[in-house]
């Protein structure tokens, strides 16, 4: 049995994503007029494709090239680096990756220096210029201690809002992730909730203070809207597998429950990246392995952050969460019943999210959000297998 795969140029083809890291310079080795091709790919291929396509899919958003973005955002740029010294843009290249509508540019200047800018409009999305703005205000005063890409300059000009900041060599893991790249990430969080705690409190907020509305305690509001036939009959379920929708269908009660608790196990004093992905950190040969795309950081529990980041780097080819806790020295040292706790509210959140209609510019966040929650309700059901428990209020164990 043979699959025939139609490959078109850009990024999101399968050639340039294996070829080529999405945040840095080079990562559309196709130009936009080649011709399609068609490959065929043998059955045994199709878990692979899976993966790939997952993370593809996943990622794509509608980007703005910066040659032709307003003269007035790419002024206002200019006039930004002018003011901290540096000197005129004399290149840019595109940079794929990442859910961020808008322009996302590596800009080479004047005497060979390299920055990377960021920036969106409230046409495009009406949220993302507030993130990057707030992202901005963060990154110029976090310690030195956190690993980071430094601020350089905040943009904002009528309805754009976008921040420049140093450029990091290197680039986002290779996929399938290897083992020595779930390390690195794990070490990130690590390294975070060893930190002394940071007090900017009218920047960096409790996590457990921002789960009133939004898709958090996604498992009461799928239950309150009596989704579950919603849920079954959008594309979104075809990712999930029998068994799973079946537990899912039982469960759903029960995690609702387990849900209750997830406010208060989310409590801590560590900083969180709060979207901490495998295409949101570079890979740099000087600093080792950088997180970016701070625009959701917050105060919390790192295992809040461990178990969401295990999550994604399962998609992303890498070994099963509830295995790969145990290899950080977070998830050792926490309860299961804590850890429990927090997957059923990242599941939640994501198995409510998933069914949302999709924001504008980012028509396929999700996809990625269905799966995450599949990678929950897995996850949710190895508690069961091995520690042989029934969640409270379910209907039946599977």
Same mark, same amino acid.
């Given at each position: 049995?043979?699959?025939?795969?139609?490959?078109?140029?850009?990024?999101?083809?399968?050639?340039?994503?294996?070829?080529?890291?999405?945040?840095?310079?080079?990562?559309?080795?196709?130009?936009?007029?080649?011709?399609?091709?068609?490959?065929?790919?043998?059955?045994?291929?199709?878990?692979?494709?899976?993966?790939?396509?997952?993370?593809?899919?996943?990622?794509?958003?509608?980007?703005?090239?910066?040659?032709?973005?307003?003269?007035?955002?790419?002024?206002?740029?200019?006039?930004?680096?002018?003011?901290?010294?540096?000197?005129?843009?004399?290149?840019?290249?595109?940079?794929?990756?990442?859910?961020?509508?808008?322009?996302?540019?590596?800009?080479?200047?004047?005497?060979?220096?390299?920055?990377?800018?960021?920036?969106?409009?409230?046409?495009?999305?009406?949220?993302?210029?507030?993130?990057?703005?707030? +992202? /901005?205000?963060? #990154?110029? %005063?976090?310690? &030195?201690?956190?690993?980071?890409?430094?601020?350089? =300059?905040?943009?904002?000009?009528?309805?754009?809002?976008?921040?420049?900041?140093?450029?990091?060599?290197?680039?986002?893991?290779?996929?399938?992730?290897?083992?020595?790249?779930?390390l690195n990430m794990i070490?990130?969080?690590?390294?975070?909730?060893?930190?002394?705690?940071?007090?900017?409190?009218?920047?960096?907020?409790?996590?457990?203070?921002?789960?009133?509305?939004?898709?958090?305690?996604?498992?009461?509001?799928?239950? +309150? /809207?009596?989704? #579950?036939? %919603?849920?079954? &009959?959008?594309?979104?379920?075809s990712v999930f597998d =029998?068994?799973?929708?079946?537990?899912?269908?039982?469960?759903?009660?029960?995690?609702?429950?387990?849900?209750?608790?997830?406010?208060?196990?989310?409590?801590?004093?560590?900083?969180?990246?709060?979207?901490?992905?495998?295409?949101?950190?570079?890979?740099?040969?000087?600093?080792?392995?950088?997180?970016?795309?701070?625009?959701?950081?917050?105060?919390?529990?790192?295992?809040?952050?461990?178990?969401?980041?295990?999550?994604?780097?399962?998609?992303?080819?890498?070994?099963?969460?509830?295995?790969?806790?145990?290899?950080?020295?977070?998830?050792?040292?926490?309860?299961?019943?804590?850890?429990?706790?927090?997957?059923?509210?990242?599941?939640?959140?994501?198995?409510?999210?998933?069914?949302?209609?999709?924001?504008?510019?980012?028509?396929?966040?999700?996809?990625?959000?269905?799966?995450?929650?599949?990678?929950?309700?897995?996850?949710?059901?190895?508690?069961?297998?091995?520690?042989?428990?029934?969640?409270?209020?379910?209907?039946?164990?599977?």
């Amino acid at each position: 049995m043979c699959l025939n795969i139609i490959s078109a140029a850009g990024w999101s083809s399968l050639e340039a994503r294996r070829a080529h890291n999405p945040k840095v310079k080079g990562s559309n080795p196709f130009p936009a007029t080649k011709k399609a091709r068609y490959h065929e790919v043998p059955g045994f291929l199709f878990p692979v494709l899976r993966l790939f396509a997952s993370r593809i899919w996943s990622v794509s958003s509608d980007r703005i090239s910066w040659h032709v973005a307003p003269q007035t955002l790419r002024h206002e740029v200019q006039a930004a680096l002018h003011v901290v010294g540096l000197g005129n843009i004399c290149d840019s290249e595109s940079i794929s990756g990442g859910f961020s509508p808008g322009v996302v540019e590596c800009l080479s200047l004047a005497g060979g220096q390299r920055v990377f800018f960021k920036g969106s409009s409230t046409e495009l999305n009406p949220v993302t210029p507030s993130l990057h703005l707030g +992202e /901005a205000r963060l #990154l110029q %005063r976090l310690p &030195a201690t956190v690993p980071c890409a430094r601020w350089i =300059a905040t943009v904002e000009t009528g309805p754009w809002g976008g921040l420049v900041t140093e450029f990091l060599d290197g680039g986002n893991p290779m996929l399938p992730v290897t083992l020595n790249s779930v390390l690195n990430m794990i070490g990130i969080v690590d390294q975070l909730a060893e930190l002394e705690p940071i007090d900017l409190p009218d920047i960096l907020h409790p996590l457990e203070s921002l789960l009133n509305g939004g898709y958090w305690m996604g498992a009461r509001q799928f239950l +309150e /809207a009596d989704a #579950l036939a %919603r849920f079954a &009959a959008s594309p979104l379920a075809s990712v999930f597998d =029998a068994a799973s929708v079946a537990w899912l269908t039982s469960n759903l009660h029960g995690v609702a429950t387990l849900e209750t608790g997830f406010g208060l196990a989310v409590q801590g004093r560590a900083l969180l990246h709060r979207d901490l992905r495998s295409d949101n950190v570079i890979a740099t040969p000087a600093q080792g392995f950088v997180p970016v795309d701070w625009a959701w950081a917050c105060i919390g529990n790192p295992v809040f952050e461990l178990v969401s980041m295990l999550a994604s780097l399962h998609l992303d080819g890498g070994p099963v969460p509830w295995e790969a806790i145990g290899l950080s020295q977070v998830g050792r040292t926490t309860a299961p019943e804590q850890v429990r706790t927090i997957v059923a509210g990242v599941l939640g959140y994501f198995l409510w999210a998933s069914i949302q209609p999709p924001p504008p510019g980012i028509a396929h966040v999700r996809s990625f959000q269905a799966r995450m929650a599949l990678v929950c309700v897995q996850w949710m059901r190895s508690f069961e297998q091995s520690k042989n428990f029934r969640i409270t209020g379910s209907a039946s164990n599977s």
